[in-house]
């Protein structure tokens, strides 16, 4: 059990470039979530995977946000054009089944500042 | 939808008082709850869970009761020590069948010597 890692630790973009995040699950787990947090939240909901299936996004998810998980191994989270307002800590975490008391392996995150 | 409510913080105390971080939650169903904790640079991780009304979850020295009739589940500890310093989240997952975790806005403890 390596843990989830998450790569790169700090991204640092001028607005309007597009930018890529990986996540490196825990080895079999078939659940990969990704969440934003910024100073003072709780992380927020993006999106998740099961296996290779994107099965649900958040509603506040701006379509410059995509995210894929092929082959059901890691995950990119892709963001277009950035803005300011995308300034956050990306989250990914994982989980082994998809009962509802599961616990989740985060990852350290990357913090993405948009200049 | 679901949602999570946690006391504000910070919470300030010194080594060895008594810790209560409330938390209410907004679910249907009968949902699972959870208590992460962040320390300072590191991600986030289980500090203990619960699945049924009255149960208690329990690690490190940290409590918390599932209250189905309050819809709470207040995080306990009888001493806290300076390493406990970080910030608590609570979670539920599974309330009206959604497999999404929702987590409140956390609660940084700060032990201070």
């Known amino acids: 059990d390596t843990g989830v890692s998450q790569n790169p630790r700090h991204k640092i973009t001028k607005r309007g470039q597009n930018v890529t995040f990986r996540c490196d699950p825990i080895?079999?787990?078939?659940?990969l979530y990704w969440y934003r947090q910024t100073l003072g939240q709780g992380p927020e909901f993006l999106t998740y995977?099961?296996?290779?299936?994107?099965?649900?996004k958040s509603r506040l998810l701006s379509d410059r946000f995509s995210a894929e998980r092929p082959k059901g191994s890691f995950s990119t989270l892709e963001i277009q054009r950035t803005e300011q307002g995308d300034s956050a800590m990306y989250l990914c975490?994982?989980?082994?089944?998809?009962?509802?008391?599961?616990?989740?392996?985060f990852g350290s995150g990357t913090q993405l500042s948009v200049l | 939808g679901d949602s999570v409510t946690q006391m504000e913080g910070p919470v300030t105390l010194s080594e060895e008082a008594f810790l209560t971080i409330n938390c209410t939650y907004t679910a249907t169903g009968y949902p699972s709850l959870f208590w992460y904790v962040q320390y300072p640079g590191e991600g986030l991780q289980l500090l203990l869970k619960?699945?049924?009304?009255?149960d208690k979850g329990s690690n490190k020295g940290f409590e918390a009761t599932y209250r189905k009739e309050t819809t709470s589940f207040h995080l306990e500890k009888g001493s806290v020590q300076v390493s406990d310093s970080a910030v608590y989240f609570c979670a539920l997952i599974g309330g009206g069948g959604s497999y999404i975790p929702t987590f409140g806005r956390g609660t940084s403890l700060i032990v201070h010597p």
């Open positions: 619960a699945t049924k009304a009255d």
């Open positions: 080895s079999e787990h078939n659940r």
């Open positions: 975490a994982s989980s082994k089944t998809t009962a509802t008391n599961e616990k989740l392996f």
């Open positions: 995977f099961q296996n290779e299936a994107q099965l649900e």
